[in-house]
């Protein structure tokens, strides 16, 4: 895909802050910390904006765009939980702002959301339903102009630190898609209670947690889109959290790729660089497949989305064949770099606990694969 010379210096524009946001980006992951000071870089690279409108605070940039310059955070920052968060925040909350919220609402959030100074998150898991969303047990019953939320939700990523959620919520009991509605909550609304941090194995640096509601009171105004619309809104908010998500990881998978060619260039054993041997030069052939096979679905269905085109199958397709190509080249890096890649010391071992959660989060490649078939007539 091509990108004008504006969206290279997008791009570009984030190298000077690199070096600063992965200063201890390893103590973070050992420590399981979210670090403020690296999320105020954050906020200063203007990354943030990048979707949104101008007169909020944006930069007003395409999906593909956005992904682009996500991709190169990817590559540049070693912090994966950062990443992670960034995309949250952004794609979580802002992204169905922009899409299905008031015109209040977007004034009053989005400018926020843009600068950074608001930190986002959703909230849709439950306990007892991950990836089956239409099964969730939290209630918002209507009382007069307000709503009254009960119930709990969990793997909230961002959850510990947000500021603001977005909270999904059966409006209908009777079930079904159309009984799902969105909500806006801000992390000081009464019956809202955050959980503390669970400790998890990779992307140990984005807080993840769990929300209780009781008896948690909204103003009416803080649905986004309507009453029911909520699976509508989760639709839209999930195809730009997979697509902005795995383009990170894409810059990932790329970095991780120029390491192990330069290792094994450089890397002698019994008489021979390591890349002459045809077990290891093949391992990285197959890492440059792989990034290269992501980036073409990511960037060819973001096309196909912002055209308007059907792209359930695609989005499908580009998270399945990402994130279990990412777990691939992880664990081809760590082989690559031998007892060295077995060490925390190298980062090595990290990339690959980061990786295994893409193919759990936004529907599991167990579900990927069903979302196939169906399109498939199987």
């Known amino acids: 895909m091509r990108f004008s010379d504006d969206d290279e210096a997008l791009r570009q524009g984030l190298r000077p802050w690199l070096d600063k946001l992965n200063d201890g980006h390893a103590e973070r992951d050992a420590d399981a910390v979210f670090s403020r000071d690296a999320w105020e870089l954050v906020r200063r690279t203007g990354i943030l904006g990048l979707p949104f409108e101008e007169r909020f605070g944006g930069l007003g940039r395409s999906l593909p765009t956005t992904m682009h310059v996500l991709e190169g955070l990817g590559e540049g920052c070693r912090d994966a939980g950062l990443s992670f968060s960034v995309c949250t925040s952004m794609v979580s909350t802002g992204v169905p702002l922009q899409r299905y919220g008031s015109a209040a609402l977007k004034e009053r959030y989005l400018p926020g959301v843009c600068s950074g100074e608001l930190i986002g998150a959703h909230a849709i898991s439950e306990p007892d339903s991950g990836s089956d969303a239409l099964a969730m047990r939290t209630r918002a019953e209507r009382d007069g102009d307000s709503f009254v939320l009960t119930g709990g ?86 195809k730009w959290e997979i697509l902005c998500s795995f383009a990170v990881t894409a810059g990932e998978m790329s970095h991780r790729l120029a390491r192990c060619v330069e290792h094994a260039r450089t890397r002698s054993q019994f008489g021979r660089t390591i890349g002459s041997f045809q077990a290891v030069s093949h391992r990285i052939v197959d890492m440059r497949i792989g990034v290269e096979t992501a980036r073409r679905w990511l960037y060819g269905t973001a096309e196909k989305l912002v055209a308007g085109e059907n ?48 193919t759990i989060y936004s529907g599991s490649s167990e579900i990927q694969r069903n979302r196939i078939a169906t399109m498939l007539g199987l």
């Open 153 to 238: 939700k969990a793997f909230v990523s961002n959850g510990p630190v947000a500021d603001v959620f977005v909270v999904y919520a059966r409006t209908d009991p009777r079930g079904g898609p159309l009984g799902i509605t969105a909500f806006l909550v801000d992390r000081d609304t009464p019956g809202l209670g955050v959980g503390r941090p669970v400790s998890k194995m990779g992307l140990r640096s984005s807080p993840l947690g769990e929300l209780f509601l009781d008896g948690c009171r909204i103003p009416a105004d803080r649905v986004l889109g309507r009453v029911g619309g909520g699976f509508l809104v989760l639709d839209h908010v999930m």
């Open 311 to 358: 792209v359930t199958e695609d989005v499908a397709i580009a998270k399945l064949v990402t994130s279990e190509a990412n777990v691939a080249s992880a664990l081809s890096a760590v082989q690559i770099f031998g007892g060295n890649g077995y060490m925390t010391e190298y980062g090595i071992e990290r990339q690959l606990r980061d990786s295994v959660a893409g």
